[in-house]
T-cell receptor
Protein backbone atom coordinates (compact mmCIF):
# COMPACT_ATOMS: atom_id res chain seq x y z
CA UNK A 1 0.00 0.00 0.00
CA UNK A 2 1.07 3.58 -0.51
CA UNK A 3 3.32 4.90 2.20
CA UNK A 4 2.90 8.66 2.00
CA UNK A 5 -0.38 10.51 1.63
CA UNK A 6 -0.39 14.26 1.13
CA UNK A 7 -3.15 16.53 2.25
CA UNK A 8 -4.73 18.56 0.76
CA UNK A 9 -4.71 17.25 -2.80
CA UNK A 10 -4.92 20.80 -4.10
CA UNK A 11 -4.33 24.19 -2.53
CA UNK A 12 -4.86 27.64 -3.98
CA UNK A 13 -3.55 30.75 -2.24
CA UNK A 14 -2.70 34.37 -2.94
CA UNK A 15 0.88 35.46 -3.42
CA UNK A 16 2.41 36.43 -0.09
CA UNK A 17 0.34 33.98 1.94
CA UNK A 18 1.76 30.92 3.63
CA UNK A 19 1.08 27.43 2.29
CA UNK A 20 0.97 24.34 4.48
CA UNK A 21 0.95 20.81 3.15
CA UNK A 22 0.73 17.66 5.23
CA UNK A 23 1.97 14.14 4.73
CA UNK A 24 1.00 11.02 6.66
CA UNK A 25 2.69 7.66 6.44
CA UNK A 26 2.14 4.19 7.83
CA UNK A 27 5.40 2.49 8.83
CA UNK A 28 8.57 3.44 10.65
CA UNK A 29 10.94 5.46 8.54
CA UNK A 30 14.60 6.43 8.42
CA UNK A 31 13.88 9.81 6.88
CA UNK A 32 11.23 11.77 5.02
CA UNK A 33 11.92 13.93 1.99
CA UNK A 34 9.96 16.63 0.19
CA UNK A 35 10.18 17.17 -3.54
CA UNK A 36 8.73 19.76 -5.91
CA UNK A 37 7.58 19.08 -9.46
CA UNK A 38 6.87 21.91 -11.83
CA UNK A 39 4.44 21.16 -14.64
CA UNK A 40 6.07 18.97 -17.29
CA UNK A 41 9.34 18.68 -15.39
CA UNK A 42 11.18 16.21 -13.18
CA UNK A 43 11.14 16.25 -9.40
CA UNK A 44 13.51 18.48 -7.49
CA UNK A 45 14.62 17.67 -3.97
CA UNK A 46 13.72 20.31 -1.39
CA UNK A 47 14.55 19.02 2.05
CA UNK A 48 15.33 15.82 3.96
CA UNK A 49 14.42 15.35 7.61
CA UNK A 50 15.67 12.34 9.56
CA UNK A 51 13.55 10.39 12.01
CA UNK A 52 15.44 11.82 14.98
CA UNK A 53 14.82 15.42 13.86
CA UNK A 54 11.68 17.38 14.60
CA UNK A 55 12.06 20.49 12.49
CA UNK A 56 14.21 21.69 9.63
CA UNK A 57 14.45 24.96 7.74
CA UNK A 58 15.69 25.85 4.30
CA UNK A 59 15.09 29.41 3.13
CA UNK A 60 11.32 29.94 3.06
CA UNK A 61 10.67 26.25 3.70
CA UNK A 62 9.98 24.76 7.11
CA UNK A 63 9.45 21.04 7.57
CA UNK A 64 8.29 19.33 10.73
CA UNK A 65 8.21 15.65 11.53
CA UNK A 66 6.14 13.95 14.21
CA UNK A 67 7.10 10.28 14.29
CA UNK A 68 4.55 9.51 17.01
CA UNK A 69 1.77 10.64 14.68
CA UNK A 70 3.60 9.45 11.57
CA UNK A 71 3.12 12.79 9.92
CA UNK A 72 5.08 15.66 8.44
CA UNK A 73 4.23 19.12 7.25
CA UNK A 74 5.81 21.45 4.73
CA UNK A 75 5.31 25.17 5.24
CA UNK A 76 6.18 27.63 2.50
CA UNK A 77 6.21 31.17 3.83
CA UNK A 78 5.56 34.34 1.80
CA UNK A 79 4.60 32.33 -1.26
CA UNK A 80 5.43 33.47 -4.78
CA UNK A 81 3.86 32.67 -8.13
CA UNK A 82 7.00 30.65 -8.91
CA UNK A 83 6.11 28.28 -6.04
CA UNK A 84 3.21 26.98 -8.14
CA UNK A 85 3.96 23.27 -8.50
CA UNK A 86 3.10 19.86 -7.13
CA UNK A 87 4.76 18.90 -3.87
CA UNK A 88 5.46 15.31 -2.91
CA UNK A 89 6.59 13.70 0.28
CA UNK A 90 8.68 10.54 0.07
CA UNK A 91 9.59 8.15 2.84
CA UNK A 92 12.76 6.12 3.18
CA UNK A 93 12.79 2.87 5.10
CA UNK A 94 15.75 1.33 6.87
CA UNK A 95 17.30 -2.02 6.12
CA UNK A 96 16.23 -3.89 3.03
CA UNK A 97 14.33 -0.90 1.70
CA UNK A 98 17.17 1.51 2.17
CA UNK A 99 17.57 2.22 -1.53
CA UNK A 100 13.92 2.95 -2.02
CA UNK A 101 11.80 6.06 -1.67
CA UNK A 102 8.03 5.70 -1.58
CA UNK A 103 6.19 8.75 -2.86
CA UNK A 104 2.76 10.09 -2.02
CA UNK A 105 0.32 11.40 -4.60
CA UNK A 106 1.28 15.01 -4.07
CA UNK A 107 -0.34 18.34 -3.29
CA UNK A 108 -0.91 20.65 -6.22
CA UNK A 109 -0.20 24.21 -5.09
CA UNK A 110 -1.38 27.20 -7.08
CA UNK A 111 -0.12 30.63 -6.05
CA UNK A 112 -2.18 33.41 -7.58
CA UNK A 113 -0.29 36.64 -8.33
CA UNK B 1 25.41 20.86 -17.76
CA UNK B 2 22.45 18.50 -17.47
CA UNK B 3 22.85 16.25 -14.45
CA UNK B 4 20.36 13.51 -15.36
CA UNK B 5 19.25 13.38 -18.96
CA UNK B 6 16.71 11.22 -20.72
CA UNK B 7 15.96 10.62 -24.36
CA UNK B 8 13.56 10.94 -25.95
CA UNK B 9 11.43 13.54 -24.18
CA UNK B 10 8.31 12.43 -26.03
CA UNK B 11 7.58 9.02 -27.49
CA UNK B 12 4.41 8.24 -29.42
CA UNK B 13 4.03 4.70 -30.70
CA UNK B 14 1.55 2.02 -31.63
CA UNK B 15 0.45 -0.88 -29.47
CA UNK B 16 2.63 -3.93 -29.88
CA UNK B 17 5.80 -2.02 -30.73
CA UNK B 18 9.08 -2.27 -28.85
CA UNK B 19 10.74 0.92 -27.64
CA UNK B 20 13.66 2.06 -25.50
CA UNK B 21 14.25 5.06 -23.28
CA UNK B 22 17.79 6.08 -22.44
CA UNK B 23 19.08 7.70 -19.28
CA UNK B 24 22.49 9.12 -18.47
CA UNK B 25 23.81 10.85 -15.37
CA UNK B 26 27.03 12.83 -15.18
CA UNK B 27 27.02 13.17 -11.39
CA UNK B 28 29.22 10.17 -10.67
CA UNK B 29 26.40 8.53 -8.72
CA UNK B 30 26.34 4.84 -7.86
CA UNK B 31 22.59 4.25 -7.92
CA UNK B 32 20.04 4.82 -10.66
CA UNK B 33 16.27 4.34 -10.79
CA UNK B 34 13.31 4.16 -13.11
CA UNK B 35 9.94 5.50 -11.97
CA UNK B 36 6.55 5.53 -13.66
CA UNK B 37 4.20 8.47 -13.08
CA UNK B 38 0.61 7.84 -14.07
CA UNK B 39 -2.03 10.31 -15.16
CA UNK B 40 -2.95 11.00 -11.53
CA UNK B 41 0.66 11.99 -10.80
CA UNK B 42 1.31 8.91 -8.68
CA UNK B 43 5.02 8.10 -8.83
CA UNK B 44 5.98 4.45 -8.47
CA UNK B 45 9.44 2.89 -8.40
CA UNK B 46 10.05 0.29 -11.08
CA UNK B 47 13.73 -0.59 -10.90
CA UNK B 48 16.89 0.41 -9.12
CA UNK B 49 20.48 -0.38 -10.01
CA UNK B 50 23.49 0.09 -7.79
CA UNK B 51 26.86 -0.09 -9.52
CA UNK B 52 25.23 -1.84 -12.48
CA UNK B 53 23.59 -4.43 -10.23
CA UNK B 54 19.81 -4.73 -10.00
CA UNK B 55 18.70 -4.14 -6.41
CA UNK B 56 15.02 -3.24 -6.73
CA UNK B 57 12.62 -4.88 -9.13
CA UNK B 58 9.08 -4.00 -8.22
CA UNK B 59 6.09 -5.84 -9.61
CA UNK B 60 6.51 -4.77 -13.19
CA UNK B 61 5.54 -6.83 -16.25
CA UNK B 62 8.53 -8.66 -17.68
CA UNK B 63 7.94 -6.73 -20.90
CA UNK B 64 9.97 -4.05 -19.13
CA UNK B 65 13.68 -4.76 -19.05
CA UNK B 66 16.28 -2.37 -17.64
CA UNK B 67 19.85 -2.46 -18.86
CA UNK B 68 22.82 -0.79 -17.22
CA UNK B 69 25.86 -0.88 -19.50
CA UNK B 70 27.86 1.17 -17.02
CA UNK B 71 27.36 3.14 -13.83
CA UNK B 72 26.36 6.30 -15.68
CA UNK B 73 23.65 4.76 -17.85
CA UNK B 74 20.39 2.98 -17.18
CA UNK B 75 18.19 2.26 -20.17
CA UNK B 76 14.63 0.95 -20.17
CA UNK B 77 13.43 -1.32 -22.93
CA UNK B 78 9.74 -2.07 -23.28
CA UNK B 79 8.44 -4.91 -25.43
CA UNK B 80 4.95 -5.32 -26.88
CA UNK B 81 3.71 -1.93 -25.71
CA UNK B 82 0.18 -1.73 -24.30
CA UNK B 83 -2.22 1.18 -23.86
CA UNK B 84 -1.71 1.03 -20.09
CA UNK B 85 1.99 1.72 -20.51
CA UNK B 86 1.17 5.32 -21.41
CA UNK B 87 2.71 7.44 -18.66
CA UNK B 88 5.66 9.65 -17.88
CA UNK B 89 8.82 7.68 -17.08
CA UNK B 90 11.46 9.29 -14.90
CA UNK B 91 15.03 8.29 -14.44
CA UNK B 92 16.78 9.30 -11.22
CA UNK B 93 20.14 8.84 -9.57
CA UNK B 94 21.65 9.15 -6.11
CA UNK B 95 25.16 9.03 -4.68
CA UNK B 96 24.50 5.84 -2.77
CA UNK B 97 21.34 4.25 -1.47
CA UNK B 98 19.16 7.22 -2.26
CA UNK B 99 16.60 6.65 0.41
CA UNK B 100 18.24 6.24 3.75
CA UNK B 101 21.36 8.17 2.91
CA UNK B 102 20.45 11.04 0.65
CA UNK B 103 18.21 12.55 -1.96
CA UNK B 104 17.57 11.49 -5.50
CA UNK B 105 18.15 13.58 -8.61
CA UNK B 106 15.55 13.28 -11.33
CA UNK B 107 15.68 13.56 -15.08
CA UNK B 108 13.13 15.63 -17.03
CA UNK B 109 10.96 12.62 -17.87
CA UNK B 110 9.87 10.81 -21.02
CA UNK B 111 6.20 11.06 -21.90
CA UNK B 112 5.20 7.79 -23.53
CA UNK B 113 1.92 7.64 -25.42
CA UNK B 114 0.74 4.30 -26.76
CA UNK B 115 -1.96 4.51 -29.42
Amino acid sequence: SQQGEEDPQALSIQEGENATMNCSYKTSINNLQWYRQNSGRGLVHLILIRSNEREKHSGRLRVTLDTSKKSSSLLITASRAADTASYFCATALSGAGSYQLTFGKGTKLSVIP
Amino acid sequence: DTAVSQTPKYLVTQMGNDKSIKCEQNLGHDTMYWYKQDSKKFLKIMFSYNNKELIINETVPNRFSPKSPDKAHLNLHINSLELGDSAVYFCASSPRGGGVYNEQFFGPGTRLTVL
